[in-house]
């Protein structure tokens, strides 16, 4: 009697110890796709920032005004050069075409970047030769990215106001 009373408490014990365990690593394998999501949206986020600092919003790239929110940025830096940052679609990531070059993507493929929104602000070039600008350009740059592993998924929405420090060029 008393070896059933002792192998009863031991399996409890061991069932216990077991679903504490499972519960632990399940909660490192969501911190950890969490993580790598944090982590790509910070890189995306800090590529997008330091270009749009040192460019230009190219107005001429919109051949009609600009309706917000664009999924296509446009920018143009001081010797000229053309920047495309837009959503690709296999697999689902954010790219960058420089010059018109075939684009490349600039988030990792651990990740998905689902949805891209980009508001200009203002809508028209507020460059305009003779005249002192009205107000600083700034573009708001709106993302979705998700990362799975297994049966664990996450997902952040990613938001972002940036202000172009570079005048016309």
């Given amino acids: 009697m008393e070896l059933v009373v002792s192998a009863g408490l031991f399996m409890i014990l061991m069932v216990i110890s077991f679903g504490i365990f499972t519960f632990g690593l399940r909660g490192q394998q969501r911190a950890l796709i969490q ?9 995306i ?3 997008l920032a ?4 040192s460019s230009q919003v190219d107005y001429d790239f919109y051949t009609d005004s600009i309706v917000n929110p664009v999924d296509i940025l446009a920018l143009r830096d001081a010797s000229n050069i053309s920047y495309v940052f837009s959503l690709g679609t296999n697999p ?8 018109q070059s ?9 990740v998905n970047v689902t949805d ?3 508001f200009i602000e203002p809508i028209i070039n507020p460059f305009v030769p003779g005249q002192a600008p009205v107000t600083q ?6 993302f979705d990215i998700s990362a799975s592993k297994g049966a664990f998924q996450t997902s952040s929405k990613v938001e972002q106001t940036i202000p172009q420090r570079g005048g016309a060029y």
């Fill in 102 to 110: 075939p684009a490349i993507s600039i988030s990792s493929s651990l």
């Fill in 116 to 118: 891209v929104d980009f």
């Fill in 137 to 142: 350009p700034r573009v708001t740059v709106v």
């Fill in 45 to 47: 986020m800090e590529a």
């Fill in 35 to 43: 993580t790598r999501v944090d982590r790509e949206s910070q890189l």
């Fill in 92 to 99: 689902p990531s954010f790219e960058l075409s420089i010059d």
């Fill in 50 to 53: 330091k270009k749009i600092r």
